[in-house]
């Protein structure tokens, strides 16, 4: 147990669908991120919020639309998305931006696009 | 543009020996590096830290060594254990704000 809980664990959606993926963190933590982790690629940033509002957006395709509506929820809308998008999303947070790189993270939404 | 990259994709170790995982990074300009561990249907798990000014950081069982003059990054585990099988990452923090850049990862196998 984390403190990083994501919903649901798997996912699989035909490219016409909208489906969200949901995270929440117990730790009492500012800071939340979208991670996207392909099968042998390096987990790759999506978006960070920061005490609610969004500090990085790491040119994800509009397709993936975050959003934050405090520091303990983040969600993940998802819309007319491609094969390519099949990946397993991760979720971490963190005490607060610019410390060293700590991350807590969830055991991560696995989505299966078809 | 910035990268950190490992050596090798997988590990094999006999349990009760020592492994050593190795990592390069290219970005001068980091403040932390990290080290993280991926237990297969889990999420990264953070494992020990270390700051740039630092060359050594030893925690329980496991030691991160830094050299910047080759921009060489590992993690030594003692005694390695069936537990620790896990794929394992390096990070870096480049400070200011939280942007964490992870390697692609090293599987770890522990023979029994």
């Known amino acids: 147990e984390t403190g990083v809980t994501q919903t649901p664990r798997h996912l699989v959606m035909g490219m016409t669908n909208k489906k969200s993926l949901k995270c929440e963190q117990h730790l009492g933590h500012n800071a939340m991120y979208w991670y996207k982790q392909s099968a042998k690629k390096p987990l790759e940033l999506m978006f960070v919020?920061?005490?609610?509002?969004?500090?990085e957006n790491n040119s994800v395709p509009s397709r993936f639309s975050p959003e934050c509506p405090n520091s303990s929820h983040l969600f993940l809308h998802l819309h007319t998305l491609q094969p390519e998008d099949s990946a397993l999303y991760l979720c971490?947070?963190?005490?607060?931006?610019?410390?060293?790189?700590?991350?807590?993270f969830g055991e991560g939404s696995r989505l299966t696009v078809l | 543009g910035e990268s950190v990259g490992l050596h090798l994709p997988t590990l094999s170790v006999q349990e009760g020996d020592n492994s050593i995982i190795n990592c390069a990074y290219s970005n001068s300009a980091s403040d932390y590096f990290i080290w993280y561990k991926q237990e297969s249907g889990k999420g990264p798990q953070f494992i020990i830290d270390?700051?740039?000014?630092?060359d050594k950081r030893q925690g329980q069982r496991v030691t991160v060594l830094l050299n910047k003059t080759v921009k060489h990054l590992s993690l030594q585990i003692a005694a390695t254990q069936p537990g620790d099988s896990a794929v394992y990452f390096c990070?870096?923090?480049?400070?200011?704000?939280?942007?964490?850049?992870f390697g692609t990862g090293t599987k770890l196998q522990v023979i029994p």
């Open positions: 971490a947070s963190s005490q607060e931006i610019g410390n060293t790189g700590e991350l807590f």
């Open positions: 919020y920061n005490f609610k509002e969004q500090t």
């Open positions: 270390i700051r740039s000014n630092m």
């Open positions: 990070a870096e923090n480049s400070g200011g704000y939280q942007k964490v850049t």
